[in-house]
């Protein structure tokens, strides 16, 4: 089945630096993926949409200057976190909407854990 | 706005047994809704979905029951095994009558499975 791939799984990075998420679609085309944020017990928040080709749309209180995403060709979306804080620690997990058929069906990554210390 | 919710934060329940899940959503626009399941450290796992036109829908020990009257949705698991415990969603799609894929998730309810 589909398959959406998060690299890497988890990442220490230190305040200040920048650190970049990769999501890809592995065995078909996505134009459009998305980037959720969730911190430990609470739910997914949406944050962005990354569209293939051009700007990433982003969620009212997201710092688009803070969270560049890049979504250069139909398979990859990444996500970089610049100037990291330790506020910025989270879950982050994308997904990508695939067209099947007559209908869109979303694929979950398996998400990448960001701690800064 | 748009919110979607659950009702109870926690459902303990005994191996076998049947379990109920509650979600409910303010947009009455929205006509797809999502059931995800979501294990400790890893990303949401889909469950089973419906759309508005529907107000059950079968799987595999699982149905998803919608009531558009009252903006409820609840997700059923029959015969709750212990690998059924995890952190469940209830997911709305933002954009109304079209899939966009962008979804709004609920706050989650932890199913504890006892054996």
């Known amino acids: 089945g589909a398959v959406v791939s998060q690299h890497p799984s988890r990442v220490i990075c230190k305040s200040g630096t920048s650190v970049k998420i990769e999501c890809r679609s592995l065995?078909?085309?996505?134009?459009?993926m998305f980037w959720y944020r969730q911190f430990p017990k609470q739910s997914l928040m949406l944050m962005a949409t990354?569209?293939?080709?051009?700007?990433?749309?982003?969620e009212q209180g997201v710092e688009k200057d803070k969270f560049l995403i890049n979504h250069a060709s139909l398979t990859l979306s990444t996500l970089t976190v610049t100037s990291a804080h330790p506020e910025d620690s989270s879950f982050y997990i994308c997904?990508?909407?695939?067209?099947f058929g007559s209908g869109n069906t979303i694929y979950f990554g398996e998400g990448s854990w960001l701690t800064v210390v | 706005g748009e919110s979607v919710g659950l009702h109870l934060p926690t459902l303990s329940v005994q191996e076998g047994d049947n379990s109920i899940i509650n979600c409910a959503y303010s947009?009455?626009?929205?006509?797809?809704f999502i059931w995800y399941k979501q294990e400790s450290g890893k990303g949401p796992q889909f469950i089973i979905d419906i759309r508005s036109n529907m107000d059950k829908r079968q799987g595999q020990r699982v149905t998803v029951l919608l009531n558009k009257t009252v903006k409820h949705l609840s997700l059923q698991i029959a015969a709750t095994q212990p690998g059924d415990s995890a952190v469940y969603f209830c997911?709305?799609?933002?954009?109304?009558?079209?899939?966009?894929?962008?979804?709004?998730f609920g706050q989650g309810t932890t199913l504890q499975v006892k054996p």
């Open positions: 997911a709305e799609n933002m954009g109304g009558s079209s899939n966009t894929g962008k979804l709004i």
């Open positions: 065995d078909f085309q996505a134009t459009t």
């Open positions: 997904s990508a909407r695939g067209r």
């Open positions: 990354s569209n293939e080709g051009s700007k990433a749309t982003y």
């Open positions: 947009n009455s626009a929205s006509d797809y």
